[in-house]
T-cell receptor
Framework: DTEVTQTPKHLVMGMTNKKSLKCEQHMGHRAMYWYKQKAKKPPELMFVYSYEKLSINESVPSRFSPECPNSSLLNLHLHALQPEDSALYLC????????????FGPGTRLTVT | GENVEQHPSTLSVQEGDSAVIKCTYSDSASNYFPWYKQELGKGPQLIIDIRSNVGEKKDQRIAVTLNKTAKHFSLHITETQPEDSAVYFCAASIESGYSTLTFGKGTMLLVSP
């Protein structure tokens, strides 16, 4: 089973709202990732968690706040977003960071109004 | 850092034809090369990968070849079917530490019945 689940599938939020994206995997993977994908572009890495600790932050604005409550869960907290933040947000996981295949979830389609 | 070029950006074939997508990379230290298929409204799906100690890998109708000297790798799909229509991304990574995937810009494959 290589399933990564993400909720919600779609999210519409105003620029003053606070919302959270959730990601879950039960493959025993110890690395989890957040990516942002704009239309007709490849995924762009945002954050990497390894063994529940933030190991990579690709200079992401502070209005995006990641959290890894345990080895199976990954959250992305959103606050004061801009319309240009509208995108598909993808979660991925791998057995360990740097060494193994990454498996992606279906993504959350975010629209900021 | 690593740079991955992918060609063509769009590829149209007739059902039953073969399709080839090519990628080049810049960092000779890269040693892991996955290919992802992304259907409309879905997350990227890992379809095949190759490591630098292997020159070719096959899985049913898909195959990947790697030329380390020339720093390029290719995806080959034989006997294409309409359900192969999707965007395909190549990527490169150095398998060590907190290495991350560098993606190509993607190829939209259209298979006509």
């Amino acid at each position: 089973d290589t399933e990564v689940t993400q909720t919600p599938k779609h999210l519409v939020m105003g620029m003053t709202n606070k919302k959270s994206l959730k990601c879950e995997q039960h493959m025993g993977h110890r690395a989890m990732y957040w990516y942002k994908q704009k239309a007709k572009k490849p995924p762009e890495l945002m954050f990497v968690y390894s063994y529940e600790k933030l190991s990579i932050n690709e200079s992401v604005p502070s209005r995006f706040s990641p959290e890894c409550p345990n080895s199976s869960l990954l959250n992305l907290h959103l606050h004061a977003l801009q319309p240009e933040d509208s995108a598909l947000y993808l979660c991925a996981s791998s057995q360990a960071s740097g060494d193994y295949e990454q498996y992606f979830g279906p993504g959350t389609r975010l629209t900021v109004t | 850092g690593e740079n991955v070029e992918q060609h063509p950006s769009t590829l149209s074939v007739q059902e039953g034809d073969s399709a080839v997508i090519k990628c080049t990379y810049s960092d000779s230290a890269s040693n892991y090369f996955p290919w992802y298929k992304q259907e409309l409204g879905k997350g990227p799906q890992l379809i095949i990968d190759i490591r630098s100690n292997v020159g070719e890998k096959k899985d049913q109708r898909i195959a990947v070849t790697l030329n380390k000297t020339a720093k390029h790798f290719s995806l080959h799909i034989t006997e294409t079917q309409p359900e192969d229509s999707a965007v395909y991304f190549c990527a490169a990574s150095i398998e060590s530490g907190y290495s991350t995937l560098t993606f190509g810009k993607g190829t939209m494959l259209l298979v006509s019945p």
